[in-house]
């Protein structure tokens, strides 16, 4: 066996051992990341649940869909909502049994189906809520919840 046949072995076992090191780091590198990939299925699997529980609701809570069924409800039993109306005249008047009547006049700024297109329908004691929708610093405010007298 010559030097240069010798010299090669050398090498070559250098080489095994430092291929044999890198294959241990990446064998401990993809082991780490199973372990990180399997805690955050894990995590995912669980917020998963917790999102279903919101949407649909368990025994003891309401579900997403069962509030807005619920808000559904309120809404459209809150009366009229009235927006991009500003008050322009309000005179308070005195009943015969002395409780306060308070007349407004309004302008509308735009019309349409929040607006006043059908006024002749407004129930008699239905309930109204009165929006000014300006900037606060222009004027704009919740004017108030109103209970219609006469139309």
Not at 38 to 64: F, H, N, P, S
Not at 106 to 113: A, P, W
Request: proline fraction near 3%.
């Amino acid at each position: 066996m010559s030097i240069w046949n010798k010299i090669l072995v050398c090498l070559i076992l250098v080489a095994s051992l430092a291929m044999w090191y890198f294959g241990m780091r990446a064998l401990a590198t993809h082991r780490a990341w199973r372990e990180a990939a399997k805690k955050l299925e894990g995590q995912l699997a669980q917020l998963k649940a917790e999102e279903a529980v919101l949407r649909e609701g368990d025994g003891t809570r309401r579900g997403l869909r069962q509030v807005k069924v619920e808000l559904a409800k309120y809404v459209s039993q809150r009366g009229r909502v009235w927006f991009n109306c500003r008050p322009m005249q309000m005179a308070v008047n005195k009943t015969p049994e002395g409780s306060d009547i308070v007349q407004i006049s309004l302008v509308f700024e735009t019309l349409g189906l929040a607006g006043l297109t059908d006024v002749q329908e407004l129930p008699v004691d239905s309930q109204v809520y009165l929006f000014d929708e300006r900037a606060p610093q222009d004027g704009g405010r919740y004017v108030g919840k109103f209970r219609v007298a006469a139309v």
